[in-house]
């Protein structure tokens, strides 16, 4: 059987240190290449810090979580931000583009981040992903010169710059009125169904939650239910 994306195992997650507070008590769940989650749960569940942890933004306190299988827990610092910046994108709920630079700059910040330089490939990459996404007609417009939807397009793009493993997202279309998030959430669908872009994403809306392939519901740091929706053919 082949390896899954994303193994988590047993993982827990406590903060403080006089008073321990323990947000995830004992995760285990895997995802296989290609598929389209969403983590739900009430609010205090525990999914964001999940979802951290998942992304490689923080380590759990126990337990293991595996990338194509390496062993996340036994990287240094270095080797972690290496790991993250080429293997994991992120969309956030505010979409976080430098003002000052143009939509295709911002696309190309991890490239930059990760090699210290941009090459004309790079700068092709941006492009063809800002054209991917609907935006080929914005390559060097300022955020502030973009709708809310258009904004959060171009973090989309700069997500896939590095031709990440997986995708994570979250409450990516919490912060745009409904059609702009609509768009947002159709165009995550397509990148997965066409491009096998493996997503997982952090909602609250559960009128998304149902279009996604997998629900992995949290309640109290637990894994509360963990479901397949069958999709309309």
Same mark, same amino acid.
């Given at each position: $059987?082949?390896? #899954?994306?994303?193994?988590?195992?047993?993982?827990?997650?406590?903060?403080? %240190?006089? =008073?321990? %507070?323990?947000?995830?008590?004992? =995760?285990?769940?895997?995802?296989?290449?290609?598929?389209?989650?969403? +983590?739900? &749960?009430?609010? &205090?569940?525990?999914?964001? *810090?999940?979802?951290?942890?998942?992304?490689? @933004?923080?380590?759990? %306190?126990?337990?293991?979580?595996?990338?194509?299988?390496?062993? *996340? &827990?036994?990287?240094?610092?270095?080797?972690?931000?290496?790991?993250?910046?080429?293997?994991?994108?992120?969309?956030?709920?505010?979409?976080?583009? /430098?003002?000052?630079?143009?939509? *295709?700059?911002?696309?190309?910040?991890?490239?930059?981040?990760? +090699?210290?330089?941009?090459?004309? #490939?790079?700068?092709?990459?941006?492009?063809?992903?800002?054209?991917?996404?609907?935006?080929?007609?914005?390559?060097?417009?300022? #955020?502030?010169?973009?709708?809310?939807?258009?904004?959060?397009?171009?973090?989309?793009?700069?997500?896939? $710059? $590095?031709?990440?493993?997986? /995708? /994570?997202?979250?409450?990516? %279309?919490?912060?745009?009125?409904?059609?702009?998030?609509?768009?947002?959430?159709?165009? +995550?669908?397509?990148?997965?169904?066409?491009?096998?872009?493996?997503?997982? =994403?952090? *909602?609250?809306?559960?009128? @998304?939650?149902?279009?996604?392939?997998?629900?992995?519901?949290?309640?109290? &740091?637990?894994?509360?239910?963990?479901?397949?929706? #069958?999709?309309?053919?």
């Amino acid at each position: $059987m082949a390896e #899954p994306l994303l193994a988590v195992a047993g993982v827990t997650k406590d903060y403080g %240190t006089a =008073i321990v %507070t323990r947000a995830l008590r004992g =995760i285990d769940f895997s995802v296989e290449p290609g598929e389209f989650l969403a +983590l739900t &749960g009430p609010s &205090g569940s525990g999914k964001s *810090t999940l979802l951290n942890l998942i992304g490689l @933004l923080d380590r759990p %306190t126990s337990g293991r979580i595996a990338i194509r299988g390496t062993d *996340t &827990g036994s990287l240094d610092a270095d080797g972690l931000a290496r790991f993250r910046g080429r293997t994991i994108g992120f969309v956030f709920q505010f979409h976080h583009l /430098l003002p000052a630079f143009s939509a *295709t700059e911002n696309v190309l910040m991890p490239a930059f981040a990760d +090699l210290g330089r941009i090459t004309e #490939p790079m700068r092709a990459r941006a492009e063809s992903l800002l054209r991917s996404v609907g935006l080929g007609d914005r390559l060097d417009r300022k #955020p502030s010169e973009l709708s809310g939807g258009q904004q959060q397009r171009v973090a989309i793009a700069r997500a896939l $710059m $590095m031709e990440p493993a997986l /995708l /994570l997202a979250d409450e990516p %279309t919490g912060n745009l009125d409904q059609e702009s998030g609509e768009q947002v959430f159709q165009l +995550l669908r397509r990148l997965n169904a066409e491009e096998g872009v493996t997503c997982a =994403i952090v *909602t609250h809306d559960d009128r @998304l939650a149902v279009r996604c392939d997998r629900n992995i519901h949290l309640v109290d &740091g637990l894994v509360d239910r963990d479901q397949r929706t #069958p999709q309309p053919a």
